[in-house]
């Protein structure tokens, strides 16, 4: 798995992440009325949250793992350089054309930079973490 798709399942799992915790929450409340209610009908909603608690765990693990594998691929890197331009485009989301002024690099120059530690490194990253 390249850099570039690695990040790309980072910012799937993140938003995965986002939208499970928050449907956890609302469960968690619908739970909470349904037991006030009549608590033998919260069955289906007690399974749900231990679904979406399991669900959770198992996206933060593969999130974690995901987040290392992108470092070591960064890491890898030989040319400070290069790990600087892949550590803030990778890890700090800042757009390429922030990078080339923060380095006092021209763009075209990032863009090559970038472009040459893509091509190095990736093999030190997992196959697949399983996502679903």
């Known amino acids: 798995m390249s850099i570039k798709t690695t990040k790309a ?14 449907y956890l929450r609302h469960t968690q409340k619908q ?13 289906r909603s007690r399974q749900q949250l231990r679904a979406l608690q399991a669900a959770i765990a198992r996206d933060s693990a593969n999130l974690e793992t995901l987040n290392q594998a992108l470092i070591a691929a960064i890491d890898s890197q ?21 990078i080339a002024a923060a380095m006092g690099y ?22 697949s973490t399983g996502n679903g």
Do not use: C, K, M
């Not at 030989?78 to 922030?98: M, S």
């Not at 021209?106 to 997992?126: C, I, K």
């Open 31 to 43: 739970l909470a009325l349904i037991d006030r209610a009549s608590p033998a009908s919260g069955h």
């Open 78 to 98: 030989a040319n400070p350089q290069i790990q600087e331009i892949l550590t803030r485009r990778y890890l700090g989301d800042e757009p390429f054309t922030a």
């Open 9 to 22: 399942a980072i910012t799937r799992l993140q938003a995965q992440l986002w939208r499970n915790t928050q």
């Open 106 to 127: 021209d763009l075209r120059w990032v863009y090559r930079l970038h472009a040459r530690g893509l091509g190095t490194g990736a093999e030190l990253l997992p196959i």
